[in-house]
T-cell receptor, first 113, second 115 residues
Framework: AQSVTQLDSQVPVFEEAPVELRCNYSSSVSVYLFWYVQYPNQGLQLLLKYLSGSTLVKGINGFEAEFNKSQTSFHLRKPSVHISDTAEYFC???????????FGKGTRLSVIA | DAEITQSPRHKITETGRQVTLACHQTWNHNNMFWYRQDLGHGLRLIHY???????NKGEVSDGYSVSRSNTEDLPLTLESAASSQTSVYFC??????????????FGPGTRLTVL
């Protein structure tokens, strides 16, 4: 069965600095990969997803992620963060087929002015 | 605009009571999901449905049940509430035509406290 590890529970970063949120997954088969964001007191919304093809995926709000099959990773990056990016970010994986998503425990990104 | 709603948004109940949380979506999506969110655990899947009359157990299904009698609704019932079920509950839906590749759309959540 698939599993997801988000390596950092909290990431503080100064405004306009770059950020990387790390995600590793475990699966014995091909997978789909997702990043969701949760702003305070809201539900989750999709940032981006990798289904197939190019390993560099671009999402909303200037975020991108790179799928690395050999490293079993799907790290999320943004070259310059804003205060409004303060939120919790969840990595999720689903094995190809019909297995439902498995979410990581989340990374809380705090952007400091 | 299509949306997914949850009610109530906040609920306080007592141990042993039966509680039902409502989830209603107007996307006409085939798939619906219930998650709970707890500090240190992220989101964990409780139950899910891939269509009317279809229900499946997730990772943490003990003490919960669902039924799907129409496309729009997937109510979550706690048969006998326990303090360990104090949590924030999220409902989500996805179109389902492309299976698990589809984006999930989340409701605003229900904060449940069991005293």
């Amino acid at each position: 069965a698939q599993s997801v590890t988000q390596l950092d529970s909290q990431v503080p970063v100064f405004e306009e600095a770059p950020v990387e949120l790390r995600c590793n997954y475990s699966s014995s088969v091909s997978v789909y990969l997702f990043w969701y964001v949760q702003y305070p007191n809201q539900g989750l919304q999709l940032l981006l997803k990798y289904l197939s093809g190019s390993t560099l995926v671009k999402g909303i709000n200037g975020f991108e992620a790179e799928f690395n099959k050999s490293q079993t990773s799907f790290h999320l990056r943004k070259p310059s963060v804003h205060i409004s990016d303060t939120a919790e970010y969840f990595c999720a994986v689903s094995e190809k087929g019909n297995t439902p998503l498995v979410f990581g425990k989340g990374t809380r990104l705090s952007v400091i002015a | 605009d299509a949306e997914i709603t949850q009610s109530p948004r906040h609920k306080i109940t007592e141990t042993g009571r039966q509680v039902t949380l409502a989830c209603h979506q107007t996307w006409n999506h085939n798939n619906m999901f219930w998650y709970r969110q707890d500090l240190g655990h992220g989101l964990r899947l409780i139950h899910y449905s891939y269509g009317v009359h279809d229900t499946n157990k997730g990772e943490v299904s003990d003490g919960y049940s669902v039924s799907r009698s129409n496309t729009e609704d997937l109510p979550l019932t706690l048969e006998s509430a326990a303090s360990s079920q104090t949590s924030v509950y999220f409902c989500a839906s996805s179109e389902g035509l492309a299976g698990v590749r589809d984006t999930q759309y989340f409701g605003p959540g229900t904060r449940l406290t069991v005293l």
